[in-house]
């Protein structure tokens, strides 16, 4: 017989609840779980939520920064399909769970929210039959720490239909209220002072990803001269641990390379089409947000990439192109056309309107507060 599930009885109705999200590694699953916390204060002012984490995950920058406590745990390394090993809990795991289920006994966790990654796969383990599990599961091909997870959660959340999860409930993903309440025709002319951009120009806005992409940097930067004869300004976010030369053409738009975003709100506020990758968040951001798109999947993984694209595709909102058909000479046929067409702008962004599920982070944390009993 199981354990009894403690965190209902820890967390009474009207009893402060405490939450624990699972959602390291990298910025797709670390937005989402501090939307989610947000939202939930915004519910419950009186909860205390808690993000888990490790030494080696962008969390470490994210988490602190949105005032949030962060507990590190050992991340466990995660095969690509479920193998005996892992059932049979080796040393790593054995380890990441242990130390797991002692933060969630000392910060007294009520419910734990897991993202997927190999922060969450511990969660799971260490919370199962003591604590109350919800699972959000962001890409429609799920990861094997949701798997795992969704076998003895309490309730899973998926971003789309037909995600194959077992007791699946189409939430949408969890988005920062900065960028679901965004209005960036009013916040334009603030947004490129603060990215030294032209005020005047149409502007492209390109990115890789938290880490940044080598294919994106190459193509685009090689079209700067095409990108500056049509008078275009760039913002482009190459990434921490890659560097961006790009020449200079006076007298025209400013071609601005940052290493990473810190304030996506204003990047998209000062943009009028972007270049990216599209994993499930960034996907959700930039439809939300209105913003016409190119976007260029990740040519690896189970394809889930292109997967995300495609509503924004078929709805009129985006074009999508691989990987191997990126190219400096792709930019300057189908890029700068878009840029500088107004009208077609327009019309992508009116697109956009209506994708996606723009209340998703309250309608989650409303789930996780039931399922902590608070």
Known sequence: MSKPV????????????????????????????????????????????VALGTERGLENKLVPARGYP???????????????????????????VRRTREV???????????????????????ARGRTPIVVHEANKAPGLANKVGARFATRVAVAVAGTPLPKAEVVGIPLRRSITSLDRAALRA???KFFDLDPDAPTLLV????????????????????????????????????????QEFPGRPAYVPVPY????????????????????????????????????????????????AQPAVDAGAALMVTDADLSPGKIAELVVPLVVDAARVAAMSSAAVGLGHREADETLAKIVLEAAGA
């Open 261 to 308: 975003l810190e304030r996506m709100d204003l990047a998209y506020a000062a943009a009028d089409v972007v270049v990216c990758r599209s994993g499930a968040m960034t996907a959700a951001e930039v439809s939300a947000v209105g913003l016409p798109a190119v976007f260029v999947p990740l040519p690896h993984g189970n394809g889930e990439q292109a997967v995300n």
């Open 207 to 246: 990115f890789g990803g938290s880490q940044g992409a080598a294919s994106i940097n190459a193509a685009v930067s090689g079209a700067a001269k095409e990108l500056a004869d049509a008078g275009i300004g760039v913002l482009h976010a190459h990434g921490p641990k890659n560097t961006l030369v790009v």
């Open 6 to 49: 403690k965190g209902a009885e820890r967390s009474p109705v009207g009893k402060a609840p405490t939450v624990v999200v699972a959602g390291g590694g990298t910025a797709g699953h670390i937005e989402p779980a501090l939307a989610l916390a947000d939202a939930v204060l915004r519910l419950r002012p009186d909860a205390k939520v």
């Open 70 to 96: 962060l507990e590190l745990i050992p991340p466990v390394p995660l095969p690509r399909k479920l193998k005996p090993e892992l059932l049979g809990l080796p040393f790593k795991v054995r380890d990441s």
């Open 104 to 126: 969630l006994e000392r910060v007294g966790a009520d419910v734990v929210v897991g993202f997927g990654g190999y922060v969450a796969l511990p969660a799971y383990l260490a």
């Open 190 to 192: 603030e947004a490129r």
